[in-house]
């Protein structure tokens, strides 16, 4: 059993910065490939990244270039540093343990963490 919280989320201007982390809890972390995902609203749930156990990481190509995943086992923690914001951006962004590096998802989800990109 592992238990998400994400955190880090906020409204931001085109073009600026946000690092989102998630803080798992429960049991072995580190064999966990973490997985992020967003959601805005009226659309369907996508994969955005997905770092391994390994620290292979993997891109969605709407990202790339841009975000940033990675993971710090000591701390039990994925973050996901996010530059060069676009209003399109903007969604509801969910952690994942489990996510595989074609971006299917794992059994455990955090609550979700808003971000707003807007002038």
């Known amino acids: 059993q592992v238990q998400l919280v994400e955190s880090g989320g906020g409204l931001v201007q085109p073009g600026g910065s946000l690092r989102l982390s998630c803080a798992a809890s429960?049991?072995?972390?580190?064999?966990?490939?973490m997985g992020w995902y967003r959601q805005a609203p009226g659309k369907q749930r996508e994969w955005v990244t997905t770092?391994?156990?390994?620290?292979?990481?993997y891109y969605a190509t709407s990202v790339k270039g841009r975000f940033t995943v990675s993971r710090d086992n000591a701390k039990n923690t994925a973050y996901l540093q996010m530059n060069s914001l676009k209003p399109e951006d903007t969604a509801m962004y969910y952690c994942?343990?489990?996510?595989?590096?074609?971006?299917?998802?794992?059994?455990?989800w955090g609550q979700g963490t808003q971000v707003t990109v807007s002038s």
């Open positions: 994942n343990a489990g996510s595989s590096q074609s971006g299917d998802a794992g059994t455990y």
């Open positions: 429960g049991s072995r972390f580190s064999i966990y490939a």
């Open positions: 770092i391994t156990s390994g620290l292979s990481t």
